[in-house]
């Protein structure tokens, strides 16, 4: 099944799951702490609100600071977007434009895609069509649909999971910005 189909066959755990992992995979990007999403996590599992841990999140990394570039961006609007109510219609919104953001994110910062943002390529690439992908945008591809397939086979038991293949994402990530600061090449995975 495509990304795409995933997320339009997504519960409402799921689509929350999905957009929070993508935002969570881009943190390094924001400057954030790895904890900082931690309750929103939470909430997902214990199915409590989450409005309070999003304003928390939002005052921990400032309000609105204008991004250098591009990637931060698109980090800053996954999470300024993010509904205080997770409703289906709101969270599938959300996921869907937080899905796009980060592929777009990780095409903009893959040393073998030339720092180009190729929106119509990645956006086919969600559909499971177009050109090969460029390493860090394919493995990205897989943990957004890793995510999704973990909590609709799991449920809530696949939060952990999500999580945990969430934290892999961003320590990549954060290893290509940390290589891209130093003025590096980096690996695509």
Known sequence: MSLVELIEQADERGLAAGGLACLD???????GDDELLRPLWASLADGSGWDAGLEKAR???GSAQPAEDEAARLARRMLDEAPAERTADALRQWADACSLASLRIHRLLDPAADGTDDASGVA????GGGAEQSPLVAAELRRQITVLELLAEHGAQGLRRALDVSVEGRRVLRAVVSRRARGTGAPGE
């Open 25 to 31: 995979r881009c943190l390094p990007l924001l400057d």
């Open 59 to 61: 005052a921990a990394l």
């Open 124 to 127: 086919a690439g969600r559909t």
